[in-house]
DNA sequence: GGCACAATAGCACTTTAGTGTTACTGGCTG
DNA sequence: CAGCCAGTAACACTAAAGTGCTATTGTGCC
């Protein structure tokens, strides 16, 4: 089977790792390369494998699924990662695609769409359970909230605030401006006033964003 | 046609307007509730309609539909907006999603999936065609960054830049971590120490990556 | 067992940031 | 034209951040 897709399992429950080798080394065009129960074996047998795909559970004693993708990911770019986890939680997925991970599916997903997810994902495309492509997309909308803060702020305060949040001292931020420490003192208080805050980093994450 | 679901196409080019309206219209389960060649036009008639979805067109005369899903979006939150668009190009795809898009998908799909997608965004689902899931999937891979600064400061100094970078008080931090403020200032001093800056938003634009 | 080091904590002191209040100027607008 | 507002600036004061120095505890390593 020279062009089969090489699929690698990280799974710890046996029962599930068993029925995904079972699943993927009885289809034709699919080929099992390696299971294992944990990321760190895993992870060692890697380089000698280079598979097309890895199937990855979030869920792993040890090093967990994210962990392991993050590491691997940065020294096999070309693996595409499928996340495979019973949980649906928010923070665990923008994590895992943080990580580099192509997609994120659902365990109770049927084998059928399973063997979809995995040619998708060697493809280079992005398979994702739909409950889950509504969390991303959703996450997109609250990324341009508060319209206000930046309308709200004059074009020389957003000035002020943009040294600051450089990490410039309000003398720094002051001379850069030709201006008196006072003003930006000034700038400073006004900002304080419209956005509700009371110091430059809680301006700074309402203007600019957290990290 | 009690449950049907209604649907309003907005589509300057009148081809494209017509097949859509006909394969809508021509389908149980769906119900057109209005045809319009421009935002403007449909931005007018929408208080009177409210749909359940809205087939939007990206490149319209005037308003766009990016902008005409910002401004439709804002004031009807319940509608759901399906971008249709010969473009995948990157920039289109994050800002119609931003505006509140709920699915994003290409012109040249089949019938049969468009009438899927536009059951799916009913139902609060997020359709994406192969191509643009990849797209905003890869958004969320971060460049991995130098080791260097993260691997420089320990876990516990981590979690306390995080706190202040969150725009905490040494006071407000110390509490969350049940420590004395003392301590957080020693854990602050090292990491000054091993950045080799002197202030928190330095140290914070360092880790954490400035905006 | 000795050594290095991370985490904790304290005290005294300086520097920066933030608050309250006031004031002058120049544009824009009802 | 009178009034509002953004931008500039000052002074006095409080609060928070940052510096220097020291000390105790626990963990891991040679």
Redesign the pocket.
Known sequence: MANAINVVIVEDVRDIRESLLALISGMTGYHCAGVYATAEAAIADMPAIVPDVVLMDINLPGINGIEAVRQLKDRFPEINFLMCTVFEDTDNIFRALEAGAGGYIVKNNSPLKILEAIKEVNEGGAPMSAAIAKKVIHSFRKVAKEPSSHAL?????M??LQL?SDG???????DK??????????????V??KLH???????INIVFGKR
């Open positions: 702020l004059s074009a020389r305060e000035e002020v600051l410039l001292l309000y003398k720094e931020a002051a401006l030709n201006l008196s420490v006072e003003t930006i003192r000034s700038h400073c208080r006004k304080y006033e805050v009371n110091t430059k980093l809680e301006a």
